[in-house]
């Protein structure tokens, strides 16, 4: 499995659902989420504080969700 099987889409609804990291790992393996969280945080689409298990949404991310 890599990175590119776990979508943006897929990694933005878990975050949006809260507890992304536990949903996420429980179908994926932990360094394909891991890789996906830290795309997303580079695409700015997501945001963490002292862990990057933890994520939330940015604006843009709220946005990508959204469709706009």
């Given at each position: 499995?890599?990175?590119s099987d776990l979508t943006a889409q897929a990694v933005l609804d878990a975050v949006r659902d809260?507890?992304?990291w536990d949903a996420l790992t429980s179908r994926y393996p932990e360094k394909v989420?891991?890789?996906a969280l830290e795309r997303e945080?580079?695409?700015g689409r997501i945001d963490y504080g002292t862990t990057i298990t933890r994520p939330w949404l940015t604006d843009k991310g709220k946005a990508a969700i959204a469709g706009e």
């Open positions: 499995m890599k990175r809260g507890d992304a989420v891991l890789a945080d580079r695409a």
